[in-house]
């Protein structure tokens, strides 16, 4: 074992001067057959604690379950105006960023010009934060917010004796669907927007290494390679982490319920941990092939199987009322924006305390993941080009989608109650994982287009495992991006694991706790990145002044 011997050296700016090197704290070496390149402190205080995690939980289940409860209580019922007031602050920094000078500079100098065409470009943006999502909730949240959980105390259509009142039919399901765009439109985004603008500014303006300590220079200098950034790390690695075990898990409850809906096998923890374990050795033959043999080509093919999904949807149902269904939910989105977003004066807990927290969170979770991502392909934009575009074009296709899927599953509830299978999955027995599945039962070739959707949530599986797993290692990397394989490999099982073992210990309220208890420091980390965002932005500014 030997320490790096010719780290690779950073290009600094003048205002972000340091002899830091990328990788010079990292350990390299063999075991076995495999090398390793790794972060001495980050990477073993993540493994560890990764481990001890996974072994605790399924040496006391009930014991973990209850715990994982306890974090869900306090986040959604304690916090929830915390998470509220974060997520819009992130949503007034960006558009501030659009309207004020600093919209000007570019990603990487004034003489930086985009890698990839628009077109490419928002491809990417799709893809990036896109995930298991889109079929899980596509369905399911339209219908519970405009059944259930209604939003802004919105009279809901079934009255206490079941019967259905169809004056309230209209403004329901309107805010149902807008409900649904609130947690996958432009809040969730603007996440996305501060740590991706972050990333980008500190390595294409700064010449500091990729990595999300280098964020914080302005604040520690120096001493931000030290145990501080380690700190800042490890806080992204749990974040990542369990951010998309969350995808998994849900990924996997889908999968399950789906071939229990087509094949008619049992829906269980066991079956859901098989699908976990074949999907996760699917996801390390991807990671051994590499990027452009492996995560490529399955992102290639699930975004065209996604295509001919919708299409397929969209036609094969009654088209005008699902784009009804579109149109309906943005223009009630936009107009009722501000009272969704308030953090205050809301008699909705069931709509805001139980769904909306926990997306916040999620979204937070997830933005070291998509951030990265986001800042590898957006080199050479505009901060004012490159926060619009983030922000509006992949919310605006996830409201195509939704409201296609969402409409058409409300028109199947309203036009025949008592036979449909949307109402029994979503209202009566409350099982979110067959909810696409009813709806897709009312169309054509319902067995075929419900193969595709468990094959689609499969993919989805698969591509955030091996996608996840290079962040994760590139954090623990110490901001390297060609560590060796085996490493990713590592990340990818440790995924599947905390997956499993969050099932097992409790379900989707599992899920939810692991996102929420990470998302709480992570937030404030993300709430000091606005500071260091525009202190960069300040310098840049300036030089391009003169």
């Known amino acids: 074992m030997r320490q790096t011997e010719e780290p690779e050296h950073t290009h600094v700016d003048s205002d972000m001067n340091t002899d830091y090197q990328i990788g010079q704290d990292n350990i390299v070496g063999k075991l076995g057959p495999f090398g390793f390149d790794i972060h001495n402190r980050v990477f073993a205080i993540s493994a560890l604690a990764s481990i001890i995690f996974i072994v605790l939980t399924l040496v006391f289940p009930e014991q973990a379950g209850s715990i ?33 000078p600093y919209g000007s500079v570019r990603l990487g100098g004034a003489d930086a010009r985009p890698e990839y065409s628009y077109l490419s470009w928002f491809a990417m943006l799709f893809t990036a934060g896109i995930g298991i999502g889109l079929l899980f ?146 996801a390390l ?31 094969a149902g009654p088209t005008l009322v699902g784009l009804d269904g579109f149109w309906t939910g943005l223009v009630t989105y936009v107009k009722e924006l501000i009272p969704l977003s308030a953090p205050f004066g809301r008699e909705d807990d069931a709509y805001r305390q139980s769904w909306t ?7 937070v979770s997830w933005a070291p993941f998509v951030g990265m991502f986001i800042a590898r392909v957006s080199r050479g934009r505009t901060v004012r080009e490159f926060v619009l575009c983030v922000l509006l074009i992949p919310s605006l296709f996830i409201f195509i989608w939704m409201g ?27 099982r979110p994982e ?13 067995d075929v287009t419900s193969v595709l959707a468990i094959i689609l949530a499969l993919i989805f599986f698969v591509t955030s495992s091996d996608s996840g ?9 110490g901001g390297k991006v060609d560590a060796p394989r085996p490493q990713r490999m590592f990340w990818a099982t440790v995924e599947g694991l905390v997956a499993i073992v969050l099932l097992i210990g409790g379900g989707l309220s599992a899920l939810q706790a692991g996102v929420t208890a990470t998302a709480i420091p992570f937030s404030i980390v993300m709430l000091v990145m606005c500071y260091t965002i525009t202190k960069a932005l300040k310098g840049e500014l300036r030089r391009i002044r003169g």
Do not use: C
Not at 357 to 363: K, L, R
Not at 434 to 446: I, T, Y
């Open 357 to 363: 927290i926990f997306y916040w969170a999620w979204w």
């Open 137 to 282: 909730f596509s369905v399911l949240e339209p219908v519970y917010h405009a059944n259930v959980s209604l939003p802004l105390s919105v009279l809901p259509p079934f009255g206490e004796d079941g019967a259905l009142n169809p004056d309230a039919i209209p403004e329901a399901s309107a805010l149902g669907l807008a409900g649904t765009f609130l947690h996958w439109g432009i809040h969730g985004w603007a996440v996305y927007v501060v740590m991706a603008l972050a990333l980008a500014l500190f390595t294409y303006n700064k010449g500091l290494p990729f990595s999300i300590r280098s964020v914080f220079f302005p604040v520690f200098g120096d001493a931000v390679w030290g145990w501080r950034g380690d700190i800042i790390d490890i806080l992204a690695v749990f974040s990542t982490l369990f951010g998309l075990a969350t995808a998994l898990g849900l990924g996997a409850q889908q999968a399950n319920a789906g071939m229990n809906f087509v094949f008619d096998l049992a829906v269980n923890t066991t079956t859901q941990v098989i699908v976990i374990v074949l999907v996760t050795a699917v």
């Open 469 to 477: 797993s290079l962040v994760i290692d590139t954090i623990t990397a």
């Open 285 to 315: 033959v991807s990671v051994w092939r590499g990027l452009d043999g492996g995560l490529k080509k399955l992102a290639e093919m699930n975004m065209i199987l996604a295509m001919l999904f919708f299409f397929f949807v969209l036609f």
């Open 404 to 430: 296609v899927f969402g409409g058409i599953a409300l028109d199947q509830l309203y036009a025949d109650p008592e036979s449909s299978l949307v109402k029994d999955y979503v209202i009566d027995n409350y």
């Open 68 to 100: 994982f409860q306890s974090v869900v209580n306090f986040s959604t019922g304690t916090l929830d105006w915390y998470f509220m007031i974060v997520v819009d602050f992130f949503i007034l920094f960006s558009l501030w960023l659009v309207v004020s």
């Open 434 to 446: 067959l909810s696409v599945f009813g709806m897709l039962n009312e169309l054509p070739l319902a």
